[in-house]
């Protein structure tokens, strides 16, 4: 096909929401009451981390880390929303879709390679507490989420300049809240093999990679913990990992939810409420899971708190 001979489209409908528009103003004040709970929640945990000298290990560093991507990861998200119901609109135009798209992908791949590296810190916390603070140097943090960083920063990227190869001339309703690779890719009028490829190969081993690193973790943690002979040091090495375990169940649950779940359910209702959880609901209550598990970060929180209100 020619692609001069097509209009190109320059703007796409966010059609995710438009049942719900009846009730905007209940949508608005949802969405906006979410998004302030997490951005105040998130920040808490990053400062009450960054204010405490004792709370400089790798696990809250890296749990701080993990704030600041819930933060980024929601703000791709609601602020857009929130424009759109607010003004009745659904338009996004064609950068904003784009920029949605990358940040989207750094900030979801980011949250999933952090919690991976996670896993990680626990494991070799609980399997060789003996030589931890030499495998866990301050260097290796940093190494860890840099190449996080890095790592994500160039998927979201490819993903991105693949979408740009793509022209766009059909319909431009996407049937979702916010732009994501799917259903982008399915509106593409030029031939999509290239970014189908790079998705199978690219998003599979990068996605799965940081999963099997944790389940791999977990099934050696379980093994260290189950050799630990009294039964109060089982009980401290396993309540370590329950804030970190809840954490993951929740992200990989509905991250499986929403992807896995066969394509032609893409649009329908259930596949939104999993992708409302996975975007807001996660990073919304991941501050939350840690702050009522963890004495440490409780009692970093109240003493920041304090000193707030002094
Ligand atoms: C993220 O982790 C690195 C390495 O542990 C640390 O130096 C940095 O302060 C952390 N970032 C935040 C926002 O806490």
């Not at 004040?29 to 204010?51: D, E, R, S, W």
């Not at 099934?219 to 009980?235: C, N, T, V």
Request: hydrophobic share 50%; charged share 10%; with cysteine.
């Amino acid at each position: 096909m020619d692609r001069r001979n097509q209009t190109s489209i320059y703007e796409f409908l966010l059609l995710g929401l438009s049942e719900w528009l009846e009730q905007q103003y209940l949508l608005l004040g949802l969405f906006l009451g979410m998004y302030l709970i997490t951005v105040v929640g998130n920040l808490l945990i990053i400062l009450a981390i960054g204010f405490h000298l004792h709370l400089h290990t790798p696990m809250y560093l890296f749990l701080a880390n993990l704030s600041f991507s819930d933060i980024g990861f929601i703000s791709t998200i609601i602020p857009k929303m929130l424009d759109n119901i607010g003004s009745g609109s659904k338009l996004v135009s064609y950068d904003g879709c784009l920029t949605q798209l990358y940040f989207f992908g750094l900030f979801a791949n980011l949250d999933n390679f952090l919690l991976a590296v996670m896993a990680l810190d626990h494991y070799v916390a609980i399997s060789h507490p003996l030589h931890y603070a030499m495998n866990m140097n301050s260097q290796r943090c940093v190494l860890l989420v840099a190449g996080s960083w890095v790592v994500t920063t160039f998927h979201a990227l490819v993903h991105t300049l693949l979408v740009t190869r793509l022209s766009f001339c059909g319909p431009n309703v996407i049937p979702h809240f916010f732009c994501d690779l799917v259903p982008l890719l399915k509106l593409a009028c030029s031939s999509t093999y290239i970014n189908d490829l790079v998705l199978i190969l690219v998003a599979g081993t990068l996605l799965i990679g940081p999963f099997a690193c944790i389940l791999i973790s977990y099934f050696y943690i379980i093994f260290a913990i189950l050799r630990i002979d009294s039964p109060k040091g089982k009980q401290r090495a396993f309540s370590n990992c329950t804030s970190h375990l809840s954490v993951v169940s929740l992200f990989y649950s509905t991250a499986i939810g929403v992807y896995l779940c066969p394509p032609s359910s893409h649009s329908g209702q259930k596949n939104r409420v999993f992708s409302i959880m996975y975007t807001m609901v996660t990073p919304m209550l991941n501050p939350f899971i840690y702050s009522l598990r963890n004495r440490d970060i409780k009692e970093a929180l109240g003493k920041l708190l304090r000193r707030k209100s002094l």
